[in-house]
RNA sequence: GGUCCCGUAGCUUAAUUGGAUAGAGCAUCGGAUUUCGGCUCCGAAGGUUACAGGUUCGAGUCCUGUCGGGAUCACCA
């Protein structure tokens, strides 16, 4: 049995048998031991207290004799105030390492059978995404990869923002200014192209009304506003010359998307587009009327009145019968659910919409869907510059495109000046610079917890030392240079029984990974997994640095270590995988 | 104004969900290589966890209040 496991089992067993207590084993508190402190793991002994009538150091005296007796794996102990500090067996040790160096996905949890639906990205059509977008999308992607990695089956999909007053004021520029340029025509990402007629568009209408202010009519409406309005009624009406447009448009937004999201090294499972999904919702609005869960004014708009959950009256459907955001966002959830009967939704979307989501997931439970116990907002704080926040109309955002090349740039140049990997193709080069620059942009941002808002400081992101990703990776590049060298070796390592505290320490962290993997998952946090990797690199570099592995003083020794280096290299790929970061064979 | 989130070392942050002396990285200062890759390792210094109360064996974590920062309160999406 895993060792953490029998300690829990055992404890609880001893508490029953000493004080006829019963604790629930994951009510057992189990922490590994502080390092200061001789032993392994400890448990607290306090909650104990009551049930034994004796004093806490009385207690865990009592605990640790009765486990030293009864289990193999514990070869003593030691006890101090409350804490009872448990020695675990070196044999267990090594035999725990080559139980595991063989096993395929270790860390990984068995299939249960459940499905969960992540979205995340979801983009407007009418600029290119941005640095907030990185965030969402790192998020997103690797809090899906870690329900997959928890034994979820897992589906990734976006809805796309592709229809409403923000993409005709692209389309009414382009039309005005654009003489027919194309993406092709201009050698340009389509959804840079496109943005810049956003842009145009924007400072035109600033333009236009500037002068209508200076003619002392400033309550008039802007020529060109009131032309994108037109074009979104004449979008509504399937007007064919609109329509034409509007998907060649976005057509060449979504090429442009495709590219960044390949080399942000994402995918989805399934795309929902708004001008498909935009009239869902209404029948449910329907039936909702029928069950009294909503009411109708007399104006003839719909409501829903929210108080008694601590929130709001709110809007479902305008006097005129049209759908507002959350109707559509009703619908959608339904359609989701028609397509993969998922159990769990986690919706990847900034904390800027926390209100909206305590909305939604309310009036979903008030229908009483299936999916609606499962419904989760991953919410996340904003990232900000040094210089304040990011501003589009300021042109203050940190473009997504450019924001990758730069980094692998900065990677190439570090990497120059030390030679390391001179004598590569240029091909094998390019593509370790790409693995170490994405790798520095993806730890940084996925590192901070997501509630919190991020400062980001284009220089530190680059980083590759201290905690970075190109450090990890730099460890993981160390295990695979010794196993190079190291070639064949004998694996059986079951009479080395000393293993060092270097060496502990890493078996201790290793057994963790699968812990963790279910910690990030229940607690929808990647950045769980990007501290534990940087952990174990940490621990492995001091291992390596502090005892010798092909010169080790036994064969014994030796297999133990290389197959050691080895599981850690394995843990370490496996776990910045699950951040969607790639390693390097050198770098 | 109501509601929600945040406040930890100069800076960026962690804390096994209420456990021991709050742990890292950057920056600063000082060390380590006859060795498996120095993008490494070791050490020093740096903290009244915004503030004030409370709950208890025990609080960065829970409760109340105060201060500071942000978000949100559309027949917009």
């Given at each position: 049995m ?23 084993e994951?009510?057992?508190?189990l ?39 009864h ?13 009872l ?10 035999k ?6 063989t ?19 979801s983009?407007?059509t ?7 977008h990185?965030?969402n ?8 990869r ?9 589906k ?6 592709d ?20 993406p ?26 500037a ?7 400033g ?21 064919s010359?609109?329509?034409e ?13 495709d ?5 942000l ?13 935009y ?5 449910t ?8 869960i ?9 409501w ?31 359609e ?7 159990e ?16 939604l997931f ?6 009483e ?20 926040k ?9 473009d ?17 000046e ?17 693995r ?12 901070v ?5 991020i400062?980001?400081d ?9 905690q ?9 590049v160390?295990?695979?240079?010794v196993l190079?060298?190291a ?25 963790k990974y ?19 990797v940087?952990d ?7 291992f ?9 003083e036994?064969?014994a ?9 080895q ?13 969607g970061?790639e ?5």
């Amino acid at each position: 049995m895993e060792i953490t496991q029998l300690i829990r089992t055992e404890v609880s067993k001893a508490v029953k048998a000493l004080y006829d207590y019963s604790v629930d084993e994951p009510d057992v508190l189990l922490n590994p031991t502080r390092k200061e402190i001789e032993g392994d793991y400890t448990v607290v002994v306090f909650p104990f207290t009551k049930a034994a009538k004796k004093a806490p150091p009385v207690i865990a005296e009592e605990l640790g004799n009765y486990l030293t007796e009864h289990v193999e794996d514990i070869s003593g102990y030691t006890t101090i105030k409350g804490f009872l500090n448990l020695n675990v067996n070196d044999a267990y040790w090594s035999k725990f390492l080559s139980d595991i160096a063989t096993q395929e996905n270790y860390g990984y949890h068995t299939s249960n059978g459940r499905k969960v639906v992540v979205e995340f990205s979801s983009p407007n059509t009418n600029k290119p995404l941005h640095l907030g977008h990185v965030r969402n999308i790192l998020l997103g992607w690797s809090m899906s990869r870690i329900f997959e990695a928890s034994g979820y089956d897992t589906k990734r999909v976006q809805i796309i923002n592709d229809r409403g007053i923000h993409i005709c004021k692209s389309m009414v520029a382009w039309q005005k200014f654009g003489e027919g340029r194309t993406p092709e025509s201009m050698s340009r990402k389509g959804d840079h192209l496109v943005g810049e007629y956003y842009v145009m568009y924007n400072n035109e209408e600033k333009e236009q009304r500037a002068a209508l202010e200076a003619a002392d009519n400033g309550d008039d409406e802007p020529a060109i506003l009131q032309e994108a309005r037109e074009l979104l009624l004449k979008w509504e009406d399937n007007d064919s010359d609109t329509r034409e447009l509007w998907k060649t448009m976005n057509g060449w937004v979504y090429t442009g998307f495709d590219e960044t999201y390949k080399n942000l090294g994402v995918n989805f499972d399934k795309i929902y587009y708004e001008s498909e999904t935009y009239l869902l919702g209404k029948d449910t609005i329907e039936k909702g009327l029928e069950k009294n869960i909503f009411y109708k004014k007399d104006d003839g708009s719909v409501w829903i009145d929210l108080e008694d959950a601590k929130l709001d009256h709110k809007l479902v459907l305008r006097s005129d019968g049209t759908s507002v955001y959350i109707t559509q966002d009703i619908g959608t959830a339904e359609e989701r659910y028609r397509d993969y009967e998922m159990e769990k939704s986690i919706y990847v979307v900034g904390n800027e919409q926390d209100y909206h989501f305590k909305v939604l997931f309310e009036i979903l439970k008030r229908l009483e869907e299936p999916y609606a116990e499962g419904l989760y907002h991953l919410s996340y704080g904003m990232v900000e510059l040094p210089e304040g926040k990011m501003k589009s109309r300021e042109g203050t955002v940190v473009d997504a495109d450019d924001l990758m090349t730069e980094v692998v740039q900065v990677a190439k140049e570090e990497s120059l000046e030390r030679g390391d990997v001179g004598s590569l193709s240029e091909e094998r080069q390019q593509e370790i610079w790409r693995r170490i620059g994405m790798a520095a942009l993806k730890y940084h941002i996925i590192r901070v917890t997501p509630r919190k808002k991020i400062l980001f400081d284009p220089k530190e992101s680059v980083d590759i030392q201290g905690q970075s990703g190109p450090f990890v990776q730099y460890a993981y590049v160390r295990t695979h240079s010794v196993l190079n060298k190291a070639g064949e070796w004998n694996a059986d390592m079951t009479n080395y029984t000393t293993a060092q505290p270097q060496e502990k320490e890493l078996l201790m962290l290793i057994r963790k990974y699968g812990d963790v993997i279910a910690d990030a998952a229940k607690n929808y946090d990647p950045s769980l997994v990007a501290n534990y990797v940087y952990d174990l690199a940490k621990s492995f570099n001091k291992f390596y640095h502090d005892i010798p592995i092909l010169k080790a003083e036994s064969e014994a020794a030796k297999g133990f270590r290389l197959t050691l280096t080895q599981t850690v290299g394995k843990v370490l790929t496996s776990a910045l995988d699950l951040l969607g970061i790639e390693v390097p064979e050198r770098m």
